[in-house]
């Protein structure tokens, strides 16, 4: 009897660690899928974003798949197939921003990432003053230094900036703005930082068709983040864009 009863916990034991084992994989094999899944439509966004740096016009609404010709990315009318299907949906926001929807399906797993891409080569132009971001990079330890937002005046009179105001995206808690720097002097700083959104004093002197170059340290990571910049004038005029690193 004993023989028999062990014999049987024995099997119990056997086909409950064959279900843990056979679970345990399926668990594991989803986890793969969704991993590669995310990657896939992380990859169309940079690839969407690459398109957007060579010419934002070609960002029509719709929804499309990508192909490579002669090296080069382009929107299709063919939704790919790489272990399982991926495209990607266009809708415009305004004249300059459009939203992006990356979805890739493999089964019953699918994973649909969004962002949105500004038309950053544009300049902003108020009374002769512009703001141009064509030269904005993010660089040093972290991605946490963004330089090349450039106040152009193209008047024959001198401009002052008094204040500048910028909102970011993602705008965890962690994430502050440092210090505000005009050809590598500081003309506004703080040791705690501020959020996002959070209007700060300067004084940027830019006499007539001279420019201004400011450039922003960061407590974290300012990487492919959309940002708006407010910037006031001491006569009290505003001027704002969008733009993304």
Known sequence: MEVIIASAVLGLLAVSVVGV????????????????????????????????????????????????????????????????????????????????????????????????????????????????????????????IMTGVTLINDSSQEVVVTKITLSWNHQGASRKLLTAALDGADVWSSASGVSSGTSIPVTVTIGSTNQAIIDFTFSNSIKNRVLTNEVETADGQVITNQFET
């Open 21 to 144: 084992f056979v679970s345990t994989s399926k668990l594991q094999q989803r986890v793969t899928t969704k991993t590669f899944l995310t990657n896939e439509a992380s990859n169309s966004i940079e690839v969407i974003r690459s398109i957007r740096n060579q010419d934002f016009s070609e960002l029509e609404d719709g929804v499309y798949g990508l192909e490579k010709n002669n090296g080069i990315w382009e929107l299709s009318n063919q939704v790919a197939t790489v272990y399982g299907s991926r495209q990607v949906t266009i809708n415009s926001l305004d004249d300059d921003s459009r939203q992006i929807l990356s979805e890739t399906v493999s089964g019953d797993n699918n994973v649909i990432l969004e962002t949105v891409l500004t038309n950053w080569q544009q300049e902003i132009l108020l009374d002769g003053l512009q703001i141009n971001t064509q030269a904005v990079t993010v660089t040093g330890s972290g991605n946490r």
